[in-house]
């Protein structure tokens, strides 16, 4: 067997394309593998799929390879154009290569299987590949993943903010709450960042869409009730959210209270600010007990505490008449409770209530999967590279958007 035949063999190269040559340069560490084809094939036209003679070639181009025993293997080719009848001169496609890439699609597999699994760094490191190709070949894999992704329909949406980076840098993620995946990642949190989400699915897409959850923001709420028919029904103020306001009142309540406490020489409340976030049922048995006697005291405190717990007991019910009756008690003794924090959150409450009781028709709630938000922290350690928003937008496509990253091969 000739050398060009054996590499033929190990490269996978088929008719009517053949090896003519290989140059090996050892001081290089570098396999030159020149291809050919033969005389008179025909090509399919990459338009219509025609089988058209050969109109010309295009100027040579390379593409890198697989290693061979540990050489940097690049294979060189003039590609074909096809001459159709009715297209005209077209490149055709290559068997090893997707258009426009300068690696084989073998290679490109090879180096999104590393970063699946470790970071640009060591990917760029162990493979000798520059930042920018390690970003062109994940940004092209998440390219090819997002235009596969078939307009398949989404039902239940979660649309939750992520900071990223020294504090306010927000982006504005989607998420398909049943598959666990990131749909959409766009910079910033504004009615437009959710806009471009909208604008990316089909209608039938949209009809499919039963229920969004979210944080109260309007710009997430206006750019929804703009896109989605029947928004008033489908989105759901996330219920986190809404503990997160309660607990900030039982907050402002203490703060107020110890400060009137500490001048009359009482500091039961000094030092107690985290036990009134903390569930109770996670303290240590000691702390629960001496929390207990707090919580059954007559502090303002303690019954701003059991308001915010009794509402957070609303989520608890699973049909809609109790539910809102049980809220309609909590409202009346919240405003009257002369606890002026909670009175302020309550009417907060009350504005956006049709998009709180939704929650349970749909039981849904914003926050992403543990697996989502492990994939992303990960990405932000890894991210010490990412010298712009876009590849991390492209990172976090690729490490949980769920998408099928590989090239094809033809
Ligand atoms: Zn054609």
Redesign the pocket.
């Given at each position: 067997m000739q050398d060009s035949d054996l590499y033929a063999e190990i490269l996978g190269i088929r008719e009517p394309w053949r090896v003519e040559r290989v140059d090996l340069d050892l001081k290089e560490g570098e396999v030159n593998v020149h291809l050919t084809h033969a005389v008179g094939a025909l090509w399919p036209?990459p338009?219509?799929?025609?089988l058209?003679p050969l109109y010309d070639h295009q100027p040579l181009r390379r593409w890198r390879h697989l290693d061979t025993c540990q050489l940097r293997t690049i294979l060189n080719a003039d590609p074909p154009r096809s001459n159709?009848p009715?297209?005209g001169a077209?490149t055709v496609k290559l068997p090893w290569a997707e258009a426009g890439s300068r690696f084989t699609a073998l290679f490109e597999a090879l180096a999104i299987d590393w970063l699946r699994a470790a970071s640009q760094q060591a990917v760029a490191d162990r493979l000798s590949l520059s930042w920018d190709e390690v970003h062109a070949i994940q940004e092209r894999a998440v390219k090819r993943g997002l235009e596969r992704r078939k307009a398949e329909p989404v039902t239940r949406l979660g649309i939750d903010e992520k900071s990223f980076t020294r504090g306010h840098h927000y982006f504005t993620m989607v998420n398909d709450l049943d598959r666990s995946r990131v749909l959409f990642v766009a910079e910033h949190r504004t009615t437009e960042s959710l806009d471009g989400f909208w604008s990316s699915l089909t209608a039938e897409q949209i009809d499919a869409v039963q229920a969004v959850a979210m944080d109260m923001w309007d710009p997430y709420v206006t750019s929804t009730l703009n896109h989605l028919p029947d928004a008033q029904r489908k989105i759901v103020f996330d219920k986190f959210h809404i503990a997160k306001h309660l607990s900030e009142a039982v907050d402002q309540v203490r703060r107020r209270e110890n400060k009137l406490l500490r001048e009359q020489g009482d500091d039961r409340l000094a030092g107690t600010r985290y036990d009134w976030l903390r569930h109770p049922a996670r303290m240590e048995p000691d702390d629960r007990k001496e929390f207990a006697a707090l919580r059954n005291s007559n502090l303002k405190t303690a019954r701003a505490w059991a308001l915010k717990e009794a509402m957070m007991a609303f989520f608890e019910y699973f049909y809609e008449r109790p539910a809102r009756k049980h809220y309609r008690w909590w409202h009346n003794r919240a405003v009257r409770s002369r606890l002026k924090p909670i009175a302020e959150k309550a009417r907060m409450i009350r504005r956006r209530f049709e998009n709180i009781v939704t929650y349970i028709r749909h039981r849904i709630t914003n926050a992403a999967s543990e697996s989502i938000n492990s994939k992303i922290q990960w990405v932000k350690y890894t991210a010490r590279g990412f010298r712009n928003t876009r590849n991390f937008v492209t990172a976090i496509y690729f490490h949980c958007g769920g998408l099928d990253l590989m090239p094809s091969t033809h």
């Open positions: 036209c338009e219509c799929g025609t058209c159709c009715q297209h077209r």
